[in-house]
């Protein structure tokens, strides 16, 4: 009778790191992606968020960033696109999305925050079919800086949904302290370890900067939107807010 093969102990600790090398080799690198989700909505480049989307959806549906940034590439489609009826869809997708994730986590703060601003998107879009939506947005993203006051994403997603509900420049002119804790937390972050998500800051300061002007300092302004340049050279919202400052 044929003996049957045995690997040798060595044989199996060789096979097990190659096994370990490629699982390593093929991970998601999250990094990359935000960079591309980021880039894309800094530059307004519909098209890119849409293979953008394409390429996160591909991901593993174990692994747990996959719906956070479905989530958070929906929201910067709902951003970018002109058309009313794409935004309503892309926010839709962006709210179940935020869903899933929630499933999973449902005390994800990030999450509750970035689908509350997407809900906010949505029922500006249409109130038919989400009742109170824009009362639920609020609720849910006061719970998000409830379970993660510190977090600088939460703080910056709360300033631009108090920001996108002021009804008159007075009432955005006092936002000034939401958006400034905003920045401050993200200047924080930086003093520690990368981590993934880390987006956000560049637009903290151009929140801080519409603000500033909003109050009719265009200094103040000018230099806010000076620090969100630094951070992301082609962010063409603070371009032409920029441009609208020096024009």
């Not at 960033?65 to 929201?75: A, E, F, K, V």
């Not at 949505?122 to 379970?147: C, D, E, N, W």
């Not at 009432?171 to 981590?195: C, H, I, N, T, W």
């Amino acid at each position: 009778m044929a003996r049957m093969f045995r690997p040798a102990p060595l044989s199996l600790f060789i096979l097990a790191l190659c096994r370990s090398a490629f699982a390593l080799g093929a991970a998601t690198d999250w990094r990359d992606l935000e960079s591309r989700i980021q880039y894309a909505w800094y530059t307004e480049d519909a098209r890119d968020l849409a293979a953008v989307e394409s390429k996160v959806t591909d991901q593993p549906e174990t692994d747990a960033l996959r719906d956070y940034y479905l989530t958070l590439t929906r929201l910067r489609e709902a951003q970018v696109l002109a058309d009313p009826a794409a935004v309503g869809r892309a926010a839709a997708g962006c709210i179940s999305s935020a869903d899933d994730v929630l499933a999973a986590r449902p005390t994800d703060a990030e999450a509750l925050a970035l689908q509350a601003l997407c809900m906010d998107l949505r029922s500006r879009i249409s109130a038919v079919g989400v009742p109170f939506a824009a009362a639920r947005s609020r609720s849910q993203m006061q719970r998000a800086t409830k379970l993660a006051p510190q977090d600088p994403r939460v703080r910056l997603l709360a300033a631009q949904l108090a920001y996108g509900s002021a009804r008159s420049t007075q009432e955005r002119s006092v936002l000034l302290a939401p958006f400034q804790s905003a920045v401050d937390a993200f200047e924080q972050e930086r003093q520690g370890l990368e981590r993934v998500p880390s987006w956000g800051a560049p637009e903290a300061w151009q929140g801080l900067a519409q603000v500033y002007l909003d109050r009719g300092d265009a200094i103040a302004a000018r230099a806010a939107l000076e620090h969100a340049l630094l951070l992301m050279p082609d962010f063409k919202s603070a371009h032409r807010l920029l441009n609208h400052i020096l024009g």
